[in-house]
Each structure stands twice: as C-alpha cells, then as structure tokens.
C-alpha cells in the first residue's frame, strides 16, 4: 500500500471499483431537479428519494409549479423521502430564491450554489457533477468513510475529506468517485461488519475499521 502514492491509490481505487460497478447514468440532468433530488435525497434511502422525486415532478412539471404549489400538498408528495415538512419548505424556498434572482437557472458555481438556504457543499457538488458535470467530489457518509477507512485521508468530518480528496484525486476521475463509492459503501464496505472477504479493495485497504 505503501507502494503507491495518494494518487496512484485513487486511479487504482476507481479502476477496481468500476470492474464491479456499473457507473449509474442519471438521464435526467436538469439542474433543478437534480438539486431537488438531492434535498430530498438527505437522510433516506435511495428508492425513497426516487420514488419522492417522482411523485413531485409527476404533478409539478417545473420550478415555477413547484414555487406555485401548496406547501401541504408538496409535504404529501414527498412524504416517502422524511423530514418531509422539513424538505417541502426548503424546496419552496430555493424554487422561490431561484425565480427572483436567477431567472429560474441553478447557478453552476459553487459559491452561488452555497448561498442557497439548506445547500451545503454535499449538494452544491452534487449538482455540479450530476448536473453540469464539473469535476467535483461529493462527499457523503459513504466516501467520507470508506476515504478513511483505506488510508486515503484521516480526517475527522466530511468537508475536511472532501477537501483532502480534491488535492489528489486526478480531474478525470472526480466525476466517477462518488458513485462508485457510494456503492462499494452500500453493498460490501458498510459501516458495520464489511464484507472484506469478498472486497475487490482488499489489497489495497489500510483497514481503518
């Protein structure tokens, strides 16, 4: 392991990953609906997201619809993703935000994206990849973890690792890590009881468990 730099891990890391995982293509690529999805997406599981931002983009075809809609009946199409009341208020409040002074556009910069109320920079990167593809690096639960867990950062918070990967991490590639981490993270590196006997990693894991 010792063998190769940060980034000659990473490159390997990727290259592993995408032998086992089909990197997922979001056909949709409108901005804001990837940055709906993504709010949406916060503290659930993906098939809740999906199904949430379905059911809202099925009676509300746009920005203007949904900054139009009852925040009651928002609530109710979202219920399925949590902290729907929570969510439903956001979502109005960035559609309205948007409409006033972008024009209805999603901004492509991350400075813009984080004076978005509730935008962090998890979602702010979301939507510069999935959206704009930028490369950026997305950092959830599942990439701050596993970056640790292999030895590619030590870091204590996801920002910091963020951070740390962005110094690294080859352009190229940025795009396609956070995919492939989060389903190495949701299928075999979970956060509890790895699966590292079947890990396509494993040679290459500081096993920081």
């Known amino acids: 392991m010792s063998d190769y730099s940060k980034e000659e891990k990473s490159l390997l890391i990727v290259e592993k990953l995408n032998e086992v995982f089909d990197v997922r293509v979001f056909e949709d690529k409108d901005p804001y609906r990837v940055l709906v999805r993504t709010i949406?997406?916060?503290?659930?599981?993906?098939?809740?997201t999906d199904q949430a931002t379905n059911n809202l983009f099925s009676k509300y075809k746009d920005i203007y619809e949904v900054a139009d809609a009852p925040t009651e009946d928002v609530e109710e199409l979202i219920r399925c993703s949590g902290f729907y009341r929570v969510k439903?208020?956001?979502?109005?409040?960035?559609?309205?935000?948007?409409?006033?002074?972008?024009?209805?556009e999603v901004p492509n910069n991350m400075k813009e994206l984080l004076e978005l109320p509730g935008v962090g920079r998890k979602t702010a990167n979301c939507v510069l990849v999935y959206a704009f593809e930028e490369?950026?690096?997305?950092?959830?639960?599942?990439?701050?973890?596993?970056?640790?867990?292999?030895?590619?950062?030590?870091?204590k918070d996801p920002e910091d690792t963020e951070k740390e990967l962005d110094n690294f991490v080859p352009e190229d590639i940025k795009i396609l890590l956070n995919d492939l981490m989060v389903q190495f993270g949701q299928n075999i590196c979970k956060p509890i009881s790895p699966q590292c006997e079947i890990c396509p990693l494993d040679e290459l894991c500081d096993k920081n468990i």
């Open 135 to 155: 490369p950026a690096i997305p950092v959830d639960t599942h990439v701050h973890r596993i970056s640790n867990r292999l030895g590619l950062v030590n870091t």
């Open 40 to 48: 949406l997406s916060q503290r659930t599981r993906d098939e809740n």
């Open 88 to 104: 439903a208020g956001r979502i109005k409040e960035v559609s309205r935000i948007l409409i006033d002074q972008y024009g209805g």
